[in-house]
């Protein structure tokens, strides 16, 4: 298998313009598309923080005709050796099975709100299949203010396998763009396959 046969031009140069283990990567992808081509993208690199350190963390999302294929690549671990490795773990969703797609924009000034310069100054994709879950609890109570009982706790689960924040000053403006494209397309081909 050649490298052109599943991956096109732009998804290869979208990974290697990180210089985040480009080739690993692109090693890691081909491996989980297989004979499968990507027909959308999106590469997103970002700071993670583990303690008083900060590492960098890639995410590389592939669509294909028939799933979505995420990849996620860390340097280091825990381990003593760990400074001179690094660690991709790729998932492969069907589309059929992913749940939610979820995509939130912050704009400046929505009064004058203009599609073709819309302003956005963040912008949150949301991805739910089912296999994660958030618990957000908090004490519940009742309507009376002087009521000192303990009514135990109240919560929302929320399905939340993937969430990627990009906002212009961090990521730039085109990469926001591409994060709003991907998101639309993956909503239609979601939508789709159910």
Do not use: K
Not at 62 to 91: C, F, K, M, S, W
Not at 124 to 133: E, I, N
Request: glycine fraction near 8%.
């Amino acid at each position: 298998m050649t490298l052109s046969s599943t991956l096109s031009r732009q998804v290869r140069a979208d990974i290697e313009a990180c210089g985040y283990f480009p080739e690993f990567v692109i090693d890691s992808l081909e491996l989980a598309l297989g004979d499968e081509p990507a027909t959308h993208h999106l590469v997103h690199q970002e700071a993670t923080f583990m303690g008083d350190e900060i590492h960098r963390h890639l995410t590389v999302l592939a669509l294909t005709p028939t799933r979505l294929v995420a990849l996620h690549t860390d340097e280091g671990g825990e381990e003593a050796n760990a400074d001179d490795q690094a660690i991709t773990t790729t998932e492969t969703v069907p589309l059929g099975n992913v749940r939610s797609v979820s995509l939130s924009r912050v704009v400046q000034r929505p009064e004058r709100f203009d599609s073709r310069h819309p302003q956005v100054v963040e912008t949150w994709l949301v991805l739910g299949w089912g296999a994660l879950s958030r618990v957000d609890m908090e004490p519940a109570g009742c309507s009376d203010p002087t009521c000192e009982a303990d009514h135990g706790y109240t919560g929302t689960i929320t399905g939340d396998d993937l969430t990627i924040r990009m906002s212009p000053a961090a990521d730039g403006a085109d990469n926001v763009d591409r994060l709003i494209r991907f998101a639309g397309v993956l909503q239609r081909e979601v939508g789709r396959a159910r």
